[in-house]
């Protein structure tokens, strides 16, 4: 597996393939990227695997400083997945000089849910990921499904932009007891981990209650902010949603269950589709 910093450095490596097949990241791994890059082994002919901290995705009072940074480790276990390149380039590499050229996502896409919470995270993550994709010469690239509205701009975003990449979401990975595995859960003490389990749990109670016929999601959503509320968690939202456009369902919609919520100063996500 080959360590690449320099973008010039990755195109002279990529030189020789046709199909990269691209697992961007922001590092500290833990097994939910790992599948995405075993996921990602068959569809190319090199996997490589982004990991870049972004300041551009973090609003000033969120985790840029202290989100950790644990490249040795990260590549161990990238090699051991069976990465070939593994692309870390230095802030001043990625971002020469101020990035005034951005992609703004749709605000019927980006501005709701997570959007709303987190004003300017989807400009980020939009910005960062088509420059990933162009230095990186993706055809393929996978997301995983955890972050479900990330997901579905990425892939608007490049169908609306041409780009003849195939973006592909990797399912969410848990732990034994349904934590969904993120790199803030890092945060989390023991303590925090067992209480954490709420969050998957709500959205279990939520999906099952809509698979047996529930129609009143207005009441199911509230129900799942109170029970998050009631055990001193701070929810951001709790949503029922359809799955193509994360927009109010109609009754035979495809839908998701989405929720954001902050455990003590840890804001966790996670979603079930239905
Ligand atoms: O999901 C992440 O880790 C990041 O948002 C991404 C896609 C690597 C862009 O920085």
Known sequence: MQLIHTISELREALRQYRHP???????NLHAGHLALVRQAKPLGDVTISTIFVNRLQFAPHEDFDTYPRTLEADCEHLEAAGCDIVFAPAEAELYPQAQTFKVHPPTELADILEGHFRPGFF???????????????????????????????????????????????GETQRNDAGLALSSRNGYLTPAQREEALLLSRTLRHIAEAVRHGETDLARLEQEGMHALRAAGWLPDYVAVRRQSDLHAPQP???????????????????????
């Open 21 to 27: 097949a691209v697992v961007p990241t922001m590092g």
């Open 123 to 169: 400009i980020g993550v939009c910005t960062v990921v088509m420059k990933l994709l162009a230095v990186t010469q993706a055809r393929t690239a996978l997301f995983g499904k955890k972050d479900y509205q990330q997901l579905m701009v990425i892939r608007n975003m490049v169908k609306q932009f041409a780009l003849p990449i195939e973006v592909i979401g």
């Open 252 to 274: 035979h919609d495809a839908k998701v269950v989405l929720a954001a919520a902050r455990l003590g100063t840890t804001r966790l996500i996670d979603n079930l589709e239905i």
